[in-house]
T-cell receptor, first 113, second 107 residues
Framework: AAGVIQSPRHLIKEKRETATLKCYPI?????VYWYQQGPGQDPQFLIS???????DKGSIPDRFSAQQFSDYHSELNMSSLELGDSALYFC????????????FGSGTQLSVL | KNEVEQSPQNLTAQEGEFITINCSYS?????LHWLQQHPGGGIVSLFM?????KKHGRLIATINIQEKHSSLHITASHPRDSAVYIC?????????WGAGTKLIIKP
């Protein structure tokens, strides 16, 4: 069965560069969540989308933006990267009205040097 | 005070023991999730609960909406159950995560 696909799996950037992380939800899932998990820390909710509209916003810095496209994939854009942005970024998808169980991608490990 | 509290934070047990991990929350929720995170970082959704009890293999999850409390039980624990178990509550399309319980099962 298809799972949540995140790309890239690993990304190395330098300070002040930009990065784009992609998330492809399970087919027919209309809701996408983004999380950031720093080393040894709890995952922090960043932002979520439902039916291509932002549904909720958490601790997402102003330097970050995200959107969900017509095919329901989502992209997290990160600009002016800082060392503290180094983390594992998870995406999860669900279809709240049909089956609210969450499915997680494997994450993108971002390292900012 | 955190909106989602888990206990214990760390748990080490011998293979075969019955394991209980608890989760209490203080906000109104539409659902509660139990998640499993392995050392490599991958997260697997174990259960989604809005009421009652669910069972899957050796795993059992219960929730008491009135008391705002949920428990995850593992019967006949095995070393491969070693992982971080996370309780997360669904509040208006936002998941609020507990701090996780690091479980180590020794052979």
């Amino acid at each position: 069965a298809a799972g949540v696909i995140q790309s890239p799996r690993h990304l190395i950037k330098e300070k002040r560069e930009t990065a784009t992380l992609k998330c492809y939800p399970i087919p027919r899932h209309d809701t996408v969540y983004w999380y950031q998990q720093g080393p040894g820390q709890d995952p922090q909710f960043l932002i979520s989308f439902y039916e291509k509209m932002q549904s909720d916003k958490g601790s997402i810095p102003d330097r970050f933006s995200a959107q969900q496209f017509s095919d329901y994939h989502s992209e997290l854009n990160m600009s002016s990267l800082e060392l503290g942005d180094s983390a594992l970024y998870f995406c999860a998808s669900s279809s709240p009205l049909r089956d609210p169980k969450l499915f997680f991608g494997s994450g993108t490990q971002l390292s900012v040097l | 005070k955190n909106e989602v509290e888990q206990s214990p934070q760390n748990l080490t047990a011998q293979e075969g023991e019955f394991i209980t991990i608890n989760c209490s929350y203080s906000v109104g929720i539409s659902a509660l999730h139990w998640l499993q995170q392995h050392p490599g970082g991958g997260i697997v959704s174990l259960f989604m609960l809005s009421s009652g009890k669910k069972k899957h293999g050796r795993l059992i999850a219960t929730i008491n909406i009135q008391e705002k409390h949920s428990s995850l039980h593992i019967t006949a624990s095995h070393p491969r159950d070693s992982a971080v178990y996370i309780c997360a509550v669904d509040k208006n399309y936002q998941l609020i995560w507990g701090a996780g319980t690091k479980l180590i099962i020794k052979p």
